[in-house]
């Protein structure tokens, strides 16, 4: 084990090394990293509708942060943090060309987030599922425009 600890000291330098500490790189990162939680909340809201007695209380706490992150969303791209810009992004340079359209697609996934909380709050599984429905065709129509394969 001891001879793993050179090599996973020289990993994480060299990672820091190409980190990008720019306000750009670091808005990349932020991004990246806050999108990573919307995807694991909307998962695991996901595989608790696939349940048989879903756990109202774990969708509430899902949808919840993910409503809160939704309304983000916008500020998360800002000006320098594109791929224009020479940042490694999975963003599409349209995010930025395009800031109406992107804000629009945005907006729908905060509406069907916040619908998803609405329901979540009054116990209505159907409800969850249809602004499920809605939260992953927004992620979806959002990603087929803005992101990179």
Same mark, same amino acid.
């Given at each position: 084990m001891k001879a793993h600890l050179p090599i996973a000291l020289l990993t994480a330098l060299a990672l820091t090394a190409c980190a $990008?500490?720019? /306000?750009?790189?670091?808005?990349?990162?932020?991004?990246? &990293?806050? =999108?990573?939680?919307?995807? &694991?909340? =909307?998962? $695991?809201?996901?595989? +608790?509708l696939k349940e048989r007695a879903p756990d109202l209380g774990a969708i509430r706490t899902d949808a919840a942060r993910i409503a809160g992150l939704a309304l983000h969303i916008k500020e998360w791209f800002p000006a320098g943090s594109g791929p224009q810009d020479g940042k490694r992004t999975d963003a599409r340079a349209l995010v930025?060309? +395009? /800031?109406?359209? =992107?804000?629009? $697609?945005?907006?729908?996934l905060a509406v069907a987030a916040a619908q998803m909380t609405v329901a979540a709050g009054q116990g209505n599984i159907a409800g969850i599922n249809a602004s499920a429905k809605a939260m992953g065709m927004a992620c979806k129509g959002c990603h087929n425009k803005f992101k990179e394969d």
């Open positions: $990008d500490n720019s /306000p750009g790189g670091r808005a990349v990162q932020a991004r990246h &990293k806050q =999108f990573k939680e919307i995807g &694991k909340a =909307f998962k $695991d809201i996901n595989g +608790q930025w060309t +395009q /800031p109406v359209v =992107f804000q629009q $697609d945005a907006t729908r």
